[in-house]
Nanobody, 123 residues
Framework: QVQLVESGGGLVRPGGSLRLSCKASGSILMIDAMGWYRQAPGKQRELVALSRRSRGGRTEYADSVKGRFTISRDNAMHTMTLQMNNLKPEDTGVYYC???????????????WGQGTQVTVSS
């Protein structure tokens, strides 16, 4: 059994900051990619930021958040954070943590998701 749990969402004014956290737990052998996705009302879920353990540890960001958001992770603790600065109203949405996990039974899936945390940017 593997679980992802997010925390850190909330209401913030434009220009403010929030820090999201994701903790993976369970029968984990190794986590490759970990990422943050968001879904705004009436829109499809989109990638916000991604961190790969393989491929040289590359990180990727949506163009809309480059220079404002920073993804980081602690591989030993199976945690990931998203530091969000200079938030804009268009950043509003439910943010989901996703992970590509190799379990201790050597099965692998990239379909592990957290329950989501609401981020609202409004004055």
């Amino acid at each position: 059994q593997v679980q992802l749990v997010e925390s850190g969402g909330g209401l913030v004014r434009p220009g403010g900051s929030l820090r999201l956290s994701c903790k993976a737990s369970g029968s984990i052998l190794m986590i490759d990619a970990m990422g943050w996705y968001r879904q705004a009302p009436g829109k499809q879920r989109e990638l916000v930021a991604l961190s790969r353990r393989s491929r040289g540890g590359r990180t990727e960001y949506a163009d809309s958040v480059k220079g404002r958001f920073t993804i980081s992770r602690d591989n030993a603790m199976h945690t990931m954070t998203l530091q969000m600065n200079n938030l804009k109203p268009e950043d509003t949405g439910v943010y989901y943590c996703n992970a590509d996990i190799l379990r201790q039974d050597y099965t692998r899936s990239n379909d592990y998701w957290g329950q989501g945390t609401q981020v609202t940017v409004s004055s």
